[in-house]
Structure formats: structure tokens, C-alpha cells
């Protein structure tokens, strides 16, 4: 999801702030399981979970904006299965998705979920987290995740209201991680064990990656997008920075945040890391030319349009945190 966030005090960084405006489920829960499938289908959610690899499968979620008839359902989600317990990897964009997702849980495992790890803060990955509270998931995040939902969260329940219905909306929370990851963290299933990594400043400055070192899955969130442009609300050069060493995990194949799932790995990468590099080359070419922030944003990685979903969507406001993240070197 690509939300902004508030930045300091200079003209240029309140004007991105405008311009971002835009399960326990086992036997003995089987009745709160079918409950779940009767309001997901109610709820008209179309919602399948593909098997990628042994004991592990993914949602993925459809390539458009936030919208009431998509209810939510736009970013990608997995399901980790080992011999003691489930981990789950973000819990959608509504109550709707988390409960329709906990349903396809029951119907793959009687393991408890033990697990909800969110990969990072936006909406499209945490709206659901109240459904995991509820069956009695423990919360996993980024040591920055809750100050960044603190600051957030009255500004996310309220524009989205606006942006997807009152409907949608009705009880959903921000709900924080209660496990915190600093830097690196494992998480036994069973037979499984998970490598949680927390990363500096890129797409946000919560983001995390989940890997599973028995099939050599890797769960990236939004660090790594697929077909739909890639969104800035953490750091350009921190992203670039990064890059190398997201690619030196040793996965085969990849879940990212958005687009096609799986993806081979590190090839998953390319793309992406093209198109930042022209947004930074064109940014500072922009500064330096003396070029006005109204101009450069609208040209600035226009040379990528023709290879993005949602590039006119997202462009200008990457243009813009791009600017003024740039313009400081």
C-alpha cells in the first residue's frame, strides 16, 4: 500500500504529506471456523490460497487500488504450516479478508496459528489484525511498527472510511505487534523454523521480510513489488542501498508485497531496482538543472510508464518523496 507520512517542516515535504492523502483455528474451533466462511461469503470475497511449496501457500492479491468492491483485498498474503503451529504473513485490507483467510486456513490445517507477522504498516497488510487477535495470534512486527501505527492509525481508519465505506470499515482497529523484531528473529513451528529480519529505512522504516529456510520461501512484503509500481513512504537511497544485500537471501523463489506469486529470486528484483534507479537519476538531474519540484515530479520516470500497474497512480508522489529526500544530498 503506498500511504504518506508526515515528514518535517520544509514546503516540499508537506506537500507529499497532501499528495500521500489519497488463528487458533483447530477442532475445537470449528464452529468459529464455519461462522468465518458464512460472513467471508456473505461478504462476497472471491479468495483462494495456492500451495507454492511444501507446507507453504499464498494469496495474491488483486492489482488495484483499495476500493469497496475489492474489499481491500489487494496486497499478498501467506501461510507457513509446520508440525506445532501456523504462522501467517500480513492480515489483508478488512476483517472480510482476515476472516476469510482464517476460513482457507482451517481447510489446509487443525494447527493452531500461532503467528501474525506483519510485514509493515499500511492498511492493505494490518486492517485485518483484529480477526488473528481474536483467535489469539501473537502479533509480530518491525520495532518501529507501533510508534509508526501510533502516529498513523487515526489517519488510516479515517481515509480509508472515506476512500472503501463506512461498511468495509466497521471493526476494524489498529492493532500493534507485541513481539518486536530489532534486528533479527526465529520463529519455531515445528519442524520449521522462520528467519525474521528487520530492515532499515525503504519502503517504510518498519519493514520486514520472513524466510523459510526448509523450502527456501521468501515472504518480502513490500520490500519487493512485481508488475505494480513500487511505492515510497521510507527512503529511496535506503531502499537502493538495501538492494544487494535483499538479494544475497538465499531463497528460490519470492512472495512479494504486490504482483505475480511466486517469483524466482533474486530475478524479482530487476525491475524494481530499474525503476529507482531512473526516478534517482532523473530527480537529481531535475535539482540539478534548477528545475521547479512541480516540474520534475511530472517527468521524472516517465521513461518507466509503459512497465508499471498503477504508474499514474503512484509515480508523482514517489517523484515527490524522491525530490525531497534528493535535494538534501
Not at 494490518?126 to 498513523?152: K, Q, S
Not at 463506512?166 to 520449521?192: F, N, Y
Not at 522504516?205 to 520490500?223: H, I, K, P, Y
Not at 508488475?227 to 527512503?235: A, I, Y
Amino acid at each position: 500500500m503506498h500511504i504518506g507520512e508526515a515528514m518535517p517542516i520544509d514546503s516540499v515535504r508537506r506537500k507529499l504529506v497532501k499528495g500521500f492523502a489519497c488463528t487458533a483455528v483447530s477442532a475445537a474451533m470449528l464452529p468459529c471456523c464455519l461462522g468465518r466462511a458464512a460472513l467471508a461469503a456473505a461478504g462476497g470475497l472471491e479468495f483462494k490460497l495456492r500451495k507454492i511449496a511444501d507446507g507453504v501457500f499464498a494469496f495474491q492479491g488483486v492489482d488495484e487500488l483499495m476500493s469497496a468492491a475489492n474489499q481491500g483485498a489487494i496486497s499478498n498474503l501467506g501461510v507457513v504450516v509446520g508440525t506445532d503451529a501456523v504462522a501467517v504473513i500480513d492480515s489483508g485490507g478488512s476483517l472480510i479478508e482476515a476472516n476469510t483467510l482464517i476460513a482457507a486456513i482451517g481447510k489446509i490445517s487443525a494447527k493452531p496459528v500461532r503467528y501474525l507477522i506483519n510485514t509493515h504498516m499500511h492498511p492493505d497488510h494490518i486492517f485485518g489484525n483484529a480477526a488473528f487477535r481474536e483467535i489469539g495470534a501473537t502479533i509480530v512486527g518491525h520495532r518501529n511498527l507501533p510508534r509508526a501505527l501510533e502516529a498513523r492509525g487515526a489517519f488510516y481508519l479515517q481515509s480509508f472510511r472515506e476512500q472503501i465505506g463506512g461498511a468495509l470499515m466497521k471493526g476494524i482497529e489498529i492493532i500493534p505487534p507485541t513481539m518486536l523484531v530489532d534486528d533479527r528473529l526465529q520463529l519455531d513451528l515445528g519442524g520449521r523454523v522462520l528467519e525474521l529480519q528487520a530492515w532499515k529505512a525503504a519502503h517504510t522504516d518498519n519493514d520486514l521480510t520472513v524466510f523459510d529456510s526448509a523450502t527456501r520461501t521468501l515472504f518480502a512484503g513490500d520490500l519487493v513489488f512485481i508488475g505494480s509500481l513500487p511505492t515510497l513512504d521510507g527512503s529511496l537511497l535506503g531502499w537502493l542501498r538495501q538492494m544487494d544485500a535483499l538479494a544475497a537471501i538465499g531463497a528460490a523463489r519470492v512472495v512479494p508485497g504486490h504482483g505475480p506469486v511466486p517469483a524466482d529470486w533474486p530475478e524479482a528484483l530487476t525491475a524494481e531496482r530499474r525503476y529507482f534507479e531512473v526516478l534517482a537519476r532523473d530527480i537529481r538531474k531535475a535539482i540539478a538543472d534548477g528545475v521547479p519540484l512541480s516540474e520534475a515530479v511530472r517527468t521524472a520516470g516517465r521513461s518507466e510508464r509503459g512497465n508499471w500497474h498503477l504508474f499514474d497512480d503512484y509515480n508523482e508522489r514517489n517523484a515527490t518523496a524522491a525530490f525531497a529526500e534528493l535535494e538534501w544530498e
